[in-house]
DNA sequence: AAACAGGTGCTAA
DNA sequence: TTAGCACCTGTT
């Protein structure tokens, strides 16, 4: 059976942006099953696609009224009989998980004030985009399986590793495996998920962890340059996954990972277009956006990546 | 069919 | 410090 409710939020919020800005690999657009009537009753102006995900311990779906209208009500769906925690508790981590507390309005102000030009561009067509606070193990997980990977690929073998080796959560999705458990299912079970060389990397991130080599808490109020010395203490972690654990786990919004497409962006938009190195890219991003370098990677990652689906 | 995909580790200057 | 290359696997 599927539970409803409402999640409140002030300013905007961007379902679409927020799950296809690179940051997450866990959530399907999923349209109702007709039967769910309920949820017509519930939010007369709710259309009938949203996103399929887990959160923690719980399969959720979640839609808006209008995915890109930003000032639209957000709504929550799941299996209630899949959790033991009350319904007001589980919006408060969904609310946290979505970083609803995020003061976007000034954090998207802001932005603009420091690039009324390109930026502001960005901005406006990512509207209501939110930097999540995942889990950190599944987004170390899941950013050493998109090294050098395309998102089909990395998708792929993250719901392979869950389903084999997750347990149910509701909704039929499946909870991302702990390190404890990958490391009982072995080399071999990891190679099956199609991760290729980056199967070991995984092992030895799982290990590290197990073995309290690498303590996931530390990043959470260590100073950014000891966060980063833990996290690159394992195989395969080099500074751009890190950051984006950094980023999209522990809400460090004062890095700027760089990837290919934001490479590609910031040497277009600030480097007339002339090719630049991934160090440069990241300093002039850090140089630009300061505290807010996060979000400002977000946006422009977004938008370059819509345009050059369209032609770059 | 060669090149490339949300990089990193390794080696050589 | 920086540059060049291989790497699993799948897709174009």
Redesign the pocket.
């Given at each position: 059976m599927l539970r409803v409710f409402e999640v409140s939020h002030d300013g905007p919020f961007n379902l679409k942006a927020t799950f296809?800005?690179?940051?997450?690999?866990r959530w399907k657009r999923s349209r109702f099953p007709q039967e769910q009537g309920l949820v017509q009753d519930l939010c007369e102006e709710a259309e009938h696609t949203g996103y399929k995900g887990v959160i923690g311990p719980l399969g959720v779906l979640l839609w808006c009224g209008n995915e890109t209208e930003s000032s639209s009500r957000l709504w929550v769906g799941c299996d209630p009989s899949e959790t033991s925690e009350p319904l007001d508790r589980v919006e408060k981590r969904v609310s946290h998980y979505l970083s609803l507390d995020d003061d976007i309005e000034s954090i998207e102000a802001e932005l603009c004030r420091k690039d009324p030009v390109v930026m502001k561009e960005a901005v406006e067509f990512g509207h209501g985009l939110r930097i999540l606070r995942q889990d950190p193990w599944e987004c170390l997980a899941s950013?050493?399986i998109?090294?050098?990977?395309?998102?089909?690929?990395?998708t792929?073998t993250v719901e392979y590793l869950s389903r084999t080796m997750g347990t149910p959560v509701g909704l039929g999705e499946y909870s991302f495996p702990s390190p404890e458990v990958m490391l009982s299912y072995g080399i071999e079970c990891l190679?099956a998920s199609?991760?290729?060389?980056?199967?070991?990397?995984l092992l030895d991130a799982a290990r590290k962890v197990v073995s309290g080599e690498v303590d996931l808490l530390l990043p959470k109020h260590a100073s950014l340059e000891r966060a980063r010395q833990e996290l690159?203490k394992?195989?395969?972690?080099?500074?751009?996954?890190?950051?984006?654990v950094l980023l999209f786990a522990y809400h460090r919004l004062e890095v700027f990972?760089v990837?290919?497409?934001?490479?590609k962006a910031m040497s277009y938009f600030y480097f007339a277009r002339k090719n630049i190195?991934?160090?440069k890219a990241r300093q002039e991003g850090l140089r630009r956006f300061g505290d807010l370098a996060g979000y400002a990677?977000?946006y422009l990652?977004y938008y370059i990546?819509t345009l050059s689906r369209k032609k770059f």
């Amino acid at each position: 059976m599927l539970r409803v409710f409402e999640v409140s939020h002030d300013g905007p919020f961007n379902l679409k942006a927020t799950f296809e800005c690179g940051q997450t690999f866990r959530w399907k657009r999923s349209r109702f099953p007709q039967e769910q009537g309920l949820v017509q009753d519930l939010c007369e102006e709710a259309e009938h696609t949203g996103y399929k995900g887990v959160i923690g311990p719980l399969g959720v779906l979640l839609w808006c009224g209008n995915e890109t209208e930003s000032s639209s009500r957000l709504w929550v769906g799941c299996d209630p009989s899949e959790t033991s925690e009350p319904l007001d508790r589980v919006e408060k981590r969904v609310s946290h998980y979505l970083s609803l507390d995020d003061d976007i309005e000034s954090i998207e102000a802001e932005l603009c004030r420091k690039d009324p030009v390109v930026m502001k561009e960005a901005v406006e067509f990512g509207h209501g985009l939110r930097i999540l606070r995942q889990d950190p193990w599944e987004c170390l997980a899941s950013f050493i399986i998109s090294i050098h990977n395309n998102i089909p690929a990395i998708t792929r073998t993250v719901e392979y590793l869950s389903r084999t080796m997750g347990t149910p959560v509701g909704l039929g999705e499946y909870s991302f495996p702990s390190p404890e458990v990958m490391l009982s299912y072995g080399i071999e079970c990891l190679k099956a998920s199609k991760c290729g060389f980056r199967a070991p990397y995984l092992l030895d991130a799982a290990r590290k962890v197990v073995s309290g080599e690498v303590d996931l808490l530390l990043p959470k109020h260590a100073s950014l340059e000891r966060a980063r010395q833990e996290l690159m203490k394992i195989k395969g972690v080099g500074p751009k996954v890190c950051d984006c654990v950094l980023l999209f786990a522990y809400h460090r919004l004062e890095v700027f990972p760089v990837d290919t497409w934001v490479a590609k962006a910031m040497s277009y938009f600030y480097f007339a277009r002339k090719n630049i190195s991934r160090e440069k890219a990241r300093q002039e991003g850090l140089r630009r956006f300061g505290d807010l370098a996060g979000y400002a990677q977000e946006y422009l990652y977004y938008y370059i990546r819509t345009l050059s689906r369209k032609k770059f």
